[in-house]
C-alpha cells in the first residue's frame, strides 16, 4: 500500500470536512444572531442554544485545522516508523485470519479510505484500540478487549 497516496487521501478528506464545517459554523451563527432574544420571547432559548452550537463546532474545527497541519508535516517529512505509534500504518491478523489495516493521526480519525484495493481505517492514536496497539512492533501479539476480548498478531508497521 502506497502511504503517501493514503496520506493524500485523508488530507483531502479532512480539507473537505474543515470547509464543510466552516459553512456550517457561519450558518449557525447566523441564525444565533437571527433567532430572537429572551427579551423578545420570553421562553425562547434559541439563540442561546445556536451560540452554544457554534460554539462546540468551532472547537471540532479547531481539531480538525490541528489534524490537517499535522498531516501537512507528515507529507513534508515522513519519518521512519518501526514501532505503533502516531503516524504509523499498521496491519494486524486476528484470530480469524482476517487481515486490518490502520492509520493513527493525533487529530482527525474516523473515516475508512480504500487505496490500492486495500481498506485502511484511520483512528486518532486517542481511540481505545489504538491505545492498546501503541507501543507494540511487528510479531507482537495484543489483546484488545473492546466489547468483546480479540488477538491480534502484528503483521506489519509502517
Known sequence: MDKQRLLQSVYDALTRDLKNTEQSIGKTMQAAIEAPSAMESHSDTTKFQMSTVANVMQGSYATKQQGLLALETLMANPPYISRIGSYAL????????????????????GGMYEIDGEEVIVLSDRAPLASALIGHVKGDIVTVKIQKARRLTIISVR
Open 90 to 109: 499498521v496491519e494486524v491478523r486476528d484470530d480469524q485470519g482476517c487481515d486490518e489495516r490502520y492509520f493513527l493521526l493525533p487529530a482527525g480519525g
